[in-house]
């Protein structure tokens, strides 16, 4: 294969393989990381926010995208963070087998617990829960497990408390009315959806005003469950008319924080931090959900433990593209290097034209020392030119590098040959 056609094959390899790990190395920057999550049913407000969750992302142009893995109505989305099955979730703080791999990201919601009564009832507080007839509501069962575990602290007989489940939306107007078959409603609300709902108003209307209740053992309730917090409603948050309640009251709450795998990269958690903080009003659900998104706690001694990627976020401590890809940086650096060097070697010995022996010239003054020796006076003129040029050559290339000096003596003994065969033959024609 000729010199200059090697020379395109490989120039033509190296341009391939440079673009072929150029797009490589591109695609693999640029491809969003896909990040689970997982949710409830459709209608759920844990799934509208995760779907707008979503939305955010991709038009941001953020480096992961958000898949929803939806759990039928009864199914618990919880049980597949647990199972490892997705890389995030929305955990209630009264959750009593939280995944220990759980790292917290944000908390989404406070849930107030609220006692309503009619106006007129003889209800006061958790204390007086015997012998009633207790709504609670819920999608599922978990309020109702929540409003038991409270009712334990206070040693109830459970057989005198009448406590079952209704869904949202259910009249509690019609229920809580004379005869309607419940005493005591119990909701838990989210903070950010009592300040602006207005069916409050219209359930004191229904009702002609309705009472909630206090909880004076909130401080003790939160000391004793873990996951159980002291929460303040102002006067007036329910009902500015007629006033409800009439004065600040103490409760308890719990949270909805937003979890991640603990082994979920931090990066990865930057880019969900940036979209919960940079784009609140754009995920809140309809009905308040998600309104009022807060970071998570940073303490030590918290019920579940802040992601580092959430840390560096809260405390402007992001990791710059060097800090997060040092190690690969410096790899690469050293493959590149490796890589390097062969390609040089390669081109090396390809480009590079082997030194020709001065000794390969000798055949040749050989065979003009034979055409001497029968030649007339203009061939000898001849044969001299070809001599002196063929010496010339030589020194050239040993000049340049392109003739090596090994086998210069042969040479010079073939040259000396020549030369004499031609004066034998001048002096002969003389």
């Avoid at 190296?14 to 695609?27: D, I």
């Avoid at 040693?155 to 019609?174: F, M, N, Q, S, Y």
Wanted: aromatic share 6%.
């Amino acid at each position: 294969m000729r010199n200059r056609t090697k020379i395109l094959l490989l120039a033509l390899g190296t341009l391939l393989l440079t673009a072929v790990a150029v797009s490589t190395a591109g695609y693999w920057y640029s491809k969003p990381a896909i990040v689970t999550i997982s949710v409830g049913p459709e209608a759920s407000p844990g799934h509208k926010f995760a779907r707008k969750l979503a939305d955010v992302l991709v038009q941001n142009h953020a480096s992961i995208r958000l898949q929803l893995l939806e759990n039928e109505a009864g199914g618990h989305p919880l049980s597949r963070f647990a199972h490892h099955e997705a890389d995030l979730a929305v955990v209630r703080t009264d959750e009593r087998k939280i995944p220990p791999t759980a790292r917290a990201i944000a908390i989404l919601e406070h849930e107030a617990l609220l006692l309503i009564t009619p106006r007129q009832s003889k209800f006061r507080s958790l204390a007086d829960m015997e012998r009633r007839k207790v709504v609670v509501v819920g999608r599922d069962g978990r309020n109702e497990t929540f409003v038991r575990r409270l009712l334990e602290q206070y040693k109830h007989d459970p057989k005198l408390i009448d406590i079952r489940t209704v869904p949202p939306g259910t009249a509690l107007e019609t229920l809580l009315a004379p005869g309607g078959g419940a005493d005591v409603a119990v909701l838990l609300e989210p903070l950010s959806r009592l300040s602006g709902a207005n069916d409050f108003e219209q359930l004191a209307k229904a009702l002609k005003g309705f009472s909630v209740h206090p909880i004076n053992d909130a401080a003790a309730l939160e000391r004793k469950l873990p996951g159980v917090y002291t929460e303040t409603l102002e006067a007036g948050l329910l009902s500015g008319s007629p006033r409800i309640p009439d004065e600040d009251i103490e409760t308890v709450a719990l949270q909805r924080i937003l979890v991640a795998r603990g082994k979920l990269p931090e990066q990865q958690v930057v880019e969900l931090m940036r979209a919960l903080f940079e784009n609140g009003r754009q995920l809140a659900v309809d009905g308040g959900y998600a309104s009022h998104i807060e970071p998570p706690s940073t303490e030590k001694g918290a019920l579940i433990a802040s992601h580092e990627g959430a840390n560096q976020y809260v405390s402007s401590e992001v990791k710059t593209f060097f800090d997060r890809y040092s190690d690969l940086i410096y790899i690469g650096m050293s493959v590149a290097s490796v890589l390097g060097s062969s390609a040089i070697a390669l081109y090396g010995t390809v480009f590079r034209r082997v030194p020709v022996q001065a000794s390969s010239r000798a055949p040749q003054l050989l065979a003009l020392r034979d055409r001497a020796r029968t030649a007339g006076p203009e061939q000898l003129n001849a044969i001299e030119a070809e001599l002196e040029a063929v010496l010339d050559e030589i020194m050239i290339g040993l000049g340049d590098g392109s003739i090596s000096p090994r086998g210069l003596e042969a040479f010079r003994l073939a040259y000396d040959t020549a030369r004499d065969a031609v004066a034998a033959a001048r002096a002969k024609c003389a």
